[in-house]
């Protein structure tokens, strides 16, 4: 392999990882950090095209990944790419739901179709992967899910309502099923990002950003090899007895 993006050094040879919405930002380089460590990645984004890039870049890292195309939410997508990744690789031992979408308004302007879509992406691909992860998980008494959540889901963000209310989702969700199957050696954690430079955040135009970085005690925005390297840790066997928690990785934004 060449030189690594990711800065830590965990052993995952062997590992076999699924990571949603692995095309670009964040997903990307949790993908690409979990195959430098050695893990085989089952790269997940709306269609197969959007995500082979992240593909061809780990092969060509000597590493081993799949590009799986689906809707997270929808019903029976989950299974599909769960059941194709263990008619390929036997098993699952790392889940990363990081998937999401934003449709920002103040709530009164707030549409049906915006609420949905956040909660549809957002939670339900989050539910669908996990349940679609855990039996198999179970039989081999080990799991690593890492859920991506936001600081807008612990703190709340105006214009963010629907995003607000599914990544707090999110946390509830990994609390309940990391006490679910702790017996089975399988950890459930959360990452909660704050500000990180991606597709996401463009959007938002230089005024927006240039406020945002006001609010973060280390005075830059975040990179998505930052929340990259959380979950690298967290998928590692350093981490076995951290279930439940959730990591800010905000640069003290939530300090
Ligand atoms: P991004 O650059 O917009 O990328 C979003 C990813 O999700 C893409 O791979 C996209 O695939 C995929 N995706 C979206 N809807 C999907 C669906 N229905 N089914 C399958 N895949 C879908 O986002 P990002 O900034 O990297 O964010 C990644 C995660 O971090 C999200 O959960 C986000 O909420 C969270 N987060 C981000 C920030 C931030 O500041 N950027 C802060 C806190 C939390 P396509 O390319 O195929 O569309």
């Given at each position: 392999?060449?030189?690594?993006?990711?800065?830590?050094?965990?052993?995952?040879?062997?590992?076999?990882?699924?990571?949603?919405?692995?095309?670009?930002?964040?997903?990307?380089?949790?993908?690409?950090?979990?195959?430098?460590?050695?893990?085989?990645?089952?790269?997940?984004?709306?269609?197969?095209?959007?995500?082979?890039?992240?593909?061809?870049?780990?092969?060509?890292?000597?590493?081993?990944?799949?590009?799986?195309?689906?809707?997270?939410?929808?019903?029976?997508?989950?299974?599909?790419?769960?059941?194709?990744?263990?008619?390929?690789?036997?098993?699952?031992?790392?889940?990363?739901?990081?998937?999401?979408i934003t449709r920002d308004g103040l709530l009164a302007h707030m549409t049906d179709e915006d609420w949905d879509a956040v909660l549809e992406t957002?939670?339900?691909?989050?539910?669908?992967?996990?349940?679609?992860?855990?039996?198999?998980?179970?039989?081999?008494?080990?799991?690593?899910?890492?859920?991506?959540?936001?600081?807008?889901?612990?703190?709340?963000?105006?214009g963010q309502a629907n995003y607000?209310a599914s990544?707090?989702?999110?946390?509830?969700?990994?609390?309940?099923?990391?006490?679910?199957?702790?017996?089975?050696?399988?950890?459930?954690?959360?990452?909660?990002?704050?500000?990180?430079?991606?597709?996401?955040?463009?959007?938002?135009?230089?005024?927006?950003?240039?406020?945002?970085?006001?609010?973060?005690?280390?005075?830059?925005?975040?990179?998505?090899?930052?929340?990259?390297?959380?979950?690298?840790?967290?998928?590692?066997?350093?981490?076995?007895?951290?279930?439940?928690?959730?990591?800010?990785?905000?640069?003290?934004?939530?300090?």
């Amino acid at each position: 392999m060449s030189e690594k993006q990711s800065r830590m050094t965990v052993d995952l040879s062997g590992r076999v990882a699924i990571v949603t919405g692995a095309s670009r930002g964040i997903g990307k380089a949790i993908a690409v950090s979990l195959a430098e460590n050695g893990a085989k990645v089952a790269c997940v984004a709306t269609s197969v095209g959007s995500v082979q890039g992240t593909v061809d870049e780990i092969l060509a890292l000597g590493g081993e990944a799949e590009a799986f195309g689906c809707l997270v939410g929808e019903t029976g997508a989950a299974q599909s790419v769960v059941d194709a990744v263990l008619a390929k690789w036997e098993k699952v031992d790392i889940l990363v739901n990081n998937a999401g979408i934003t449709r920002d308004g103040l709530l009164a302007h707030m549409t049906d179709e915006d609420w949905d879509a956040v909660l549809e992406t957002n939670l339900r691909g989050t539910f669908q992967f996990t349940r679609a992860c855990i039996v198999p998980m179970m039989q081999k008494r080990y799991g690593r899910i890492i859920n991506v959540s936001s600081v807008s889901g612990l703190v709340g963000n105006p214009g963010q309502a629907n995003y607000s209310a599914s990544k707090a989702g999110v946390i509830g969700f990994t609390n309940t099923v990391a006490r679910e199957y702790a017996k089975r050696k399988i950890t459930v954690n959360a990452v909660a990002p704050g500000f990180i430079a991606t597709d996401m955040t463009k959007v938002l135009g230089d005024m927006i950003m240039t406020e945002a970085k006001k609010r973060i005690p280390a005075n830059r925005v975040g990179e998505p090899q930052d929340i990259a390297d959380a979950v690298l840790f967290l998928a590692s066997d350093a981490a076995s007895y951290i279930t439940g928690q959730v990591i800010s990785v905000d640069g003290g934004m939530t300090a």
